[in-house]
């Protein structure tokens, strides 16, 4: 049961957090998104909730491997001081389907490139620290079709291969269930499940 590329990091939970330097106050919030529009949506509320803002400066990163898409903005900010910093703490930890946006209100001081710079870095840093981060696994539906007197053979299988059983149900009195089980694990699984029922399990298509 080998890891095959089908692991990642991303954030356990939403976040915010604030840092005064200066007189200017930067909000630091942390998102996990599964998808480009997701978090374009949650970039807008934020726009939207805080207009009074000076700056609502982001980064985001979504999926895996060559699917990978990003994208980071200084919204205003002079260039390379805001939206790179931001996106460099997401690829710093390997993180993805995360969104971080540091919004700021100008407090009358001007704090210079080098100082925008480390107050969006450590404005994400810490979202990111307050969110926690967690290992998750890339996952596909099975639906197996099970005789009675190896039902339980089966289900054990499922928790033993680190599955979670979706739905039980039943297609011409052969009772079946819908397991989800981790993508690098499915070729051993299915063999297993095969050779513990003597070629008897079937598997199908989820609708």
Do not use: W
């Not at 052969?174 to 051993?188: D, M, Q």
Request: some cysteine; glycine content about 8%; hydrophobic content about 35%.
């Amino acid at each position: 049961m080998d890891n095959i590329d089908d692991n990642y990091f991303t954030i356990k939970t939403t976040s915010e957090i604030e840092i005064k330097i200066k007189g200017s106050k930067f909000f630091g919030r942390a998102f996990p998104c599964k998808s480009e529009a997701e978090a374009e949506s949650a970039l807008t509320l934020i726009r939207k909730k805080y207009f009074d803002a000076t700056h609502h400066c982001f980064a985001y990163r979504i999926g895996l491997g060559p699917e990978t898409k990003f994208r980071y903005s200084d919204a205003g900010e002079p260039s390379g001081t805001a939206g790179k910093p931001i996106y460099d703490q997401i690829l710093g930890q390997n993180l993805t389907n995360v969104l971080v946006v540091v919004t700021r209100y100008f407090g009358g001081t001007k704090l210079g490139t080098g100082g925008l710079t480390h107050a969006y870095s450590d404005s994400a840093a810490e979202s990111i620290n307050r969110a926690g981060i967690i290992e998750q696994f890339l996952t596909e539906q099975l639906l197996l079709f099970v005789e009675f007197h190896d039902y339980n053979i089966v289900e054990r299988l499922i928790h033993k291969f680190q599955g979670k059983i979706v739905a039980r149900g039943a297609a011409e009195q052969i009772p079946s269930i819908t397991a989800e089980i981790r993508c690098s694990f499915i070729p051993e699984f299915k063999s297993r499940a095969t050779e513990s029922t003597s070629g008897r399990v079937r598997f199908g298509n989820v609708d």
